[in-house]
């Protein structure tokens, strides 16, 4: 069973620092796309920033310089480092795994082309 379990979000002023990381377990994550989601009250889900399946990362603009994404164990481990947070920034976020099928993992066969999994969410609140 896959799983993907955030942790390190909380409330912090604007300004400051906070790290999430994503606990995943349950497939071979060194295949996927690895990233992190949110979603501000009122607002569609949006990507903030991903690994790619070759290990380059993508940010969201309004990110950039702001936020570094990083991964341990064969990216069974994800983090976001956020930095000078700002009010805007307040959501929910998201860790998410987006891999290829095909292929047996714990004794069960993933039969689909390809699966998106997501974490339960983690509140992150920034106060002006």
């Known amino acids: 069973q896959v799983q993907l379990m955030e942790s390190g979000g909380g409330s912090v002023q604007a300004g400051g620092s906070l790290k999430l990381s994503c606990a995943a377990s349950?497939?071979?994550?060194?295949?996927?796309?690895m990233g992190w989601h949110r979603q501000a009250p009122g607002k569609e889900r949006e990507r903030v920033s991903a690994?790619?399946?070759?290990?380059?990362?993508v940010y969201e603009d309004s990110v950039k310089g702001r936020f570094t994404i990083s991964q341990e164990n064969e990216k069974s481990v994800l983090y976001l480092q956020m930095n000078n947070l700002k009010s805007e920034d307040t959501a929910v976020y998201y860790c998410?795994?987006?891999?290829?099928?095909?292929?047996?993992?714990?004794?069960?066969?993933?039969?689909?082309?390809?699966?998106?999994?997501w974490g339960q969410g983690i509140q992150v609140n920034v106060s002006s």
């Open positions: 690994i790619r399946r070759d290990g380059t990362t």
């Open positions: 349950g497939y071979y994550f060194t295949y996927c796309e």
């Open positions: 998410a795994a987006d891999c290829p099928g095909r292929r047996y993992y714990g004794g069960i066969y993933y039969r689909g082309d390809q699966y998106k999994w």
